[in-house]
């Protein structure tokens, strides 16, 4: 075998092994846009219900103002509004922190860039029920106690907002393990093999 013949057989062995890296990395970039576009989307219908929830509300706590009823019952509402701006304001973070890939950007760059938004993500989904709707269940006690509803009346709602809770989260555990989780497996494969 001659020097030639081995430079073309490495020569040949790079390009296959060049356009099988360049197969995945276009397979990963329509993955990235897919989950950005699944992102911006539910970006946006979770803003707009937090909001809509938000001004029913407030509507209903000036409601009860007007009505002079206690003070803790309107305390309890504000308090959901206040949890509701934080999960609003978590949602602008998490739309936002990004990187996009442009000639400047090195892919690697670009790659662990896009793993730490998908880490994100599934943090925000894991800890939506902890640093949400846990303190809202602690608004709705106050509201049972200001409106001094009966033991029964108490029981069911406490047990109904504790029945959303629990699909709330798995819901948000689904879509990790069915959506999120098989991008992250790509990524760190993607950023390994670099």
Excluded at 128 to 156: D, Q, R
Aim: with cysteine; glycine share 2%; hydrophobic share 55%.
């Amino acid at each position: 075998m001659n020097l030639d013949n081995l430079k073309s057989d490495w020569q040949k062995s790079e390009s296959v092994s060049g356009s099988s890296s360049d197969r995945d990395m276009d397979s990963i970039e329509r993955n990235l846009k897919a989950l950005d576009k699944d992102i911006q989307k539910r970006t946006v219908y979770g803003i707009l219900t937090f909001l809509i929830v938000a001004v029913s509300a407030l509507a209903f706590a000036y409601f009860l103002y007007v009505l002079n009823m206690p003070t803790l019952a309107i305390a309890g509402l504000l308090s959901w509004v206040f949890c509701i701006a934080i999960a609003i304001v978590r949602l602008f973070l998490l739309r936002t922190n990004t990187l996009e890939l442009s000639k400047s950007v090195n892919v690697e760059v670009y790659l662990k860039s896009k793993h730490q938004r998908v880490d994100m993500e599934i943090s925000f989904y894991q800890s939506f029920v902890l640093w949400i709707l846990a303190p809202m269940s602690a608004s709705i006690v106050m509201i049972l106690i200001a409106v001094e509803a009966n033991l029964l009346t108490a029981t069911l709602q406490l047990g109904l907002f504790m029945l959303i809770l629990f699909f709330a989260h798995r819901h948000n555990k689904n879509l990790i393990s069915k959506n999120l989780l098989p991008i992250k497996e790509k990524l760190s494969i993607a950023i390994a093999s670099l």
